[in-house]
């Protein structure tokens, strides 16, 4: 069965700092997507990683994926307000998208 | 810019009664799919459906759950008798594609809340 695990669950940053969040998934899957949540609002597609060692970058966000050990992280460089949001990986296996519990990120100006 | 709508926005409900949740994914996009969301918590995968036809479903879509694609747009999802556990965010989504690159587009959301 296919299970993710995203920690930290809450993060609270100043601006201007580097910070990582890891997503673990227990067994092979087809894709990993990051996906970014606002308060009341949809989810807003970040990244899709598909193969090893892949690594996505957008702004100040870059996404990368390890496929050996089953992890993803989502780095996010010299943090701004705005990035405050939920953020969530989901791994998916023949069509079946499993999300995580998603990370909380507050950035403190 | 292309989008997937949802309607309602927000549906009351008394326990029981049946609803039905619409969507309209992007108009090329071939993969769809529904999600909830309860209140302050994860997203959760309800079914995937491609070519007319259910590919993929979870634990939580059973025998009350039912998806359709009645015309060449619309995507819904009906809850035949709801419970109060049904309350959440349902969440529709689209897809250009199932494999390799399946970049999925979400709606807008619909708040369900059954009383």
């Known amino acids: 069965e296919l299970k993710v695990e995203q920690n930290p669950l809450f993060l609270s940053m100043q601006e201007g700092k580097n910070y990582t969040i890891y997503c673990n998934y227990s067994?092979?899957?087809?894709?990993l997507y990051w996906y970014r949540q606002d308060p009341g609002k949809s989810l807003e597609s970040l990244f899709v990683?598909?193969?090893?060692?892949a690594v996505k970058q957008e702004g100040r966000l870059m996404a990368s994926l390890d496929t050996k050990a089953r992890l993803s992280t989502l780095h996010i460089t010299a943090a701004v307000h705005d990035l405050s949001a939920t953020y969530f990986c989901?791994?998916?296996?023949?069509?079946?998208?499993?999300f995580g519990k998603g990370t909380r990120l507050h950035i403190l100006p | 810019e292309p989008e997937v709508t949802q309607t309602p926005s927000h549906q009351v409900t008394q326990m029981g009664q049946e609803v039905i949740l619409r969507c309209v994914p992007i108009?090329?996009?071939?993969?769809f799919y529904w999600y909830r969301q309860i209140l302050g918590q994860k997203v959760e995968f309800l079914v995937s459906?491609?070519?007319?036809?259910?590919?993929?479903k979870s634990e939580i879509f059973d025998d009350q759950f039912s998806v359709e694609r009645p015309d060449g747009s619309n995507f819904t999802l009906k809850i035949r008798s709801t419970k109060l556990e049904d309350s959440a965010m349902y969440f529709c989504?689209?897809?250009?594609?199932?494999?390799?690159?399946?970049?999925?587009?979400f709606g807008p959301g619909t708040r369900l809340t059954v009383l």
């Open positions: 989901a791994a998916d296996r023949d069509d079946k998208i499993i």
């Open positions: 990683l598909l193969s090893n060692g």
């Open positions: 067994t092979t899957s087809d894709r």
């Open positions: 989504a689209s897809s250009a594609q199932g494999q390799g690159y399946n970049e999925q587009f």
């Open positions: 108009s090329n996009h071939l993969y």
């Open positions: 459906f491609y070519n007319n036809e259910i590919s993929e």
